[in-house]
C-alpha cells in the first residue's frame, strides 16, 4: 500500500461493540429487539412518537454512560500525529469519537441533539425526551432526535463524497455494508483510484470491493493499523 497523504475512515455500529454498545445486524442486535419501521422512520415518529423517545431515550442514556474503546482512541490518535489528512466519517450517533478526541462528520446524527422539525434549529439534548417537547426557538412543541432516519438524507453528503473522491486511502470500520449511501462510499473511493481496506470481525456485504481485509476485534486490529499507518 503506498504511502496515503489523504486517508478517509467510515465507522459503523461494530467500532463501539467493545465499549458495550450493541449493535444492529449482529446475533441479538437492535433490529432483531425493534422494528425499524417502528422506531427510525418519520412515519414511526408520527405514528407514536412516545415509542421513538423511549427506543432513543435508551439508547442515549447507555451511549452516556459508555466509554471510548482503543480503536476510537487509535483514531484520534491518527487524526492528531498523521502527516497528512484524516477524514473521519461515522455512521453512528454514540458520541464516542469525539469523547476520545477525534473530529468526526456525523452522516447520520447525534443521539446527544434535538432538532425541531418546523425550524430545523438543533441544541442539546435532554437525557430524556418526550413527546410535545418545545423547540428552545421556535417554540413549536416540535423536537424530535436529530437522527437520520431510513427514507432521510444523510447529513453532509457533499463534504464526505469530496473526501472520498480525492482520498488515496478508504478504510471502513466495523460495518455491514448493508446501507447506504455509506455503503457505496468503497467503490466510489475504489473508482477514484484510492487502496481500500475493510477492518470488520467478519466479511460484511461489501467486502469483494476491498483490495484489503483485517480481520478481528477493532479494539485490537485498529490500534494496529493505526501504527503501522504511523511508523
Ligand atoms: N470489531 C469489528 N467489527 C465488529 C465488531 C468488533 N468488535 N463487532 C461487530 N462488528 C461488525 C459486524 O461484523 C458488522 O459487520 O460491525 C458490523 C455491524 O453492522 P451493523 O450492525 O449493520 O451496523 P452498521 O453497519 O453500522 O449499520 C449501518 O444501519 O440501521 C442503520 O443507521 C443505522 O448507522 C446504522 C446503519
Ligand atoms: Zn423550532
Given at each position: 500500500?503506498?504511502?496515503?497523504?489523504?486517508?478517509?475512515?467510515?465507522?459503523?455500529?461494530?467500532?463501539?461493540?467493545?465499549?458495550?454498545?450493541?449493535?444492529?445486524?449482529?446475533?441479538?442486535?437492535?433490529?432483531?429487539?425493534?422494528?425499524?419501521?417502528?422506531?427510525?422512520?418519520?412515519?414511526?415518529?408520527?405514528?407514536?412518537?412516545?415509542?421513538?423517545?423511549?427506543?432513543?431515550?435508551?439508547?442515549?442514556?447507555?451511549?452516556?454512560?459508555?466509554?471510548?474503546?482503543?480503536?476510537?482512541?487509535?483514531?484520534?490518535?491518527?487524526?492528531?500525529?498523521?502527516?497528512?489528512?484524516?477524514?473521519?466519517?461515522?455512521?453512528?450517533?454514540?458520541?464516542?469519537?469525539?469523547?476520545?478526541?477525534?473530529?468526526?462528520?456525523?452522516m447520520h446524527g447525534e443521539l446527544a441533539r434535538a432538532l425541531c422539525a418546523d425550524c430545523a434549529h438543533r441544541w442539546d439534548a435532554p437525557r430524556e425526551m418526550s413527546v410535545g417537547e418545545t423547540c428552545p426557538a421556535c417554540h413549536a412543541p416540535s423536537a424530535r432526535p436529530d437522527i437520520?432516519?431510513?427514507?432521510?438524507?444523510?447529513?453532509?453528503?457533499?463534504?464526505?463524497?469530496?473526501?472520498?473522491?480525492?482520498?488515496?486511502?478508504?478504510?471502513?470500520?466495523?460495518?455491514?455494508?448493508?446501507?447506504?449511501?455509506?455503503?457505496?462510499?468503497?467503490?466510489?473511493?475504489?473508482?477514484?483510484?484510492?487502496?481500500?481496506?475493510?477492518?470488520?470481525?467478519?466479511?460484511?456485504?461489501?467486502?469483494?470491493?476491498?483490495?484489503?481485509?483485517?480481520?478481528?476485534?477493532?479494539?485490537?486490529?485498529?490500534?494496529?493499523?493505526?501504527?503501522?499507518?504511523?511508523?
Open positions: 500500500m503506498r504511502q496515503a497523504k489523504r486517508i478517509v475512515v467510515l465507522t459503523g455500529a461494530g467500532i463501539s461493540a467493545e465499549s458495550g454498545l450493541g449493535t444492529f445486524r449482529d446475533e441479538g442486535g437492535l433490529w432483531a429487539q425493534h422494528r425499524i419501521e417502528d422506531v427510525a422512520t418519520p412515519e414511526a415518529f408520527a405514528r407514536n412518537p412516545d415509542l421513538v423517545h423511549r427506543f432513543y431515550n435508551a439508547r442515549r442514556i447507555q451511549a452516556a454512560e459508555a466509554h471510548p474503546n482503543p480503536a476510537h482512541e487509535a483514531l484520534a490518535r491518527l487524526q492528531n500525529a498523521f502527516d497528512g489528512d484524516v477524514t473521519l466519517v461515522t455512521q453512528n450517533v454514540d458520541g464516542l469519537h469525539e469523547k476520545a478526541g477525534a473530529q468526526v462528520i456525523h437520520v432516519w431510513f427514507g432521510e438524507m444523510p447529513y453532509h453528503m457533499e463534504r464526505i463524497i469530496d473526501a472520498v473522491q480525492s482520498c488515496d486511502l478508504f478504510a471502513a470500520i466495523g460495518t455491514s455494508g448493508q446501507v447506504y449511501p455509506a455503503a457505496g462510499f468503497v467503490e466510489e473511493a475504489r473508482v477514484c483510484g484510492a487502496d481500500t481496506v475493510e477492518l470488520n470481525l467478519r466479511d460484511s456485504d461489501t467486502s469483494h470491493a476491498f483490495t484489503d481485509h483485517i480481520i478481528g476485534p477493532a479494539s485490537k486490529t485498529v490500534p494496529a493499523w493505526v501504527d503501522r499507518l504511523l511508523s
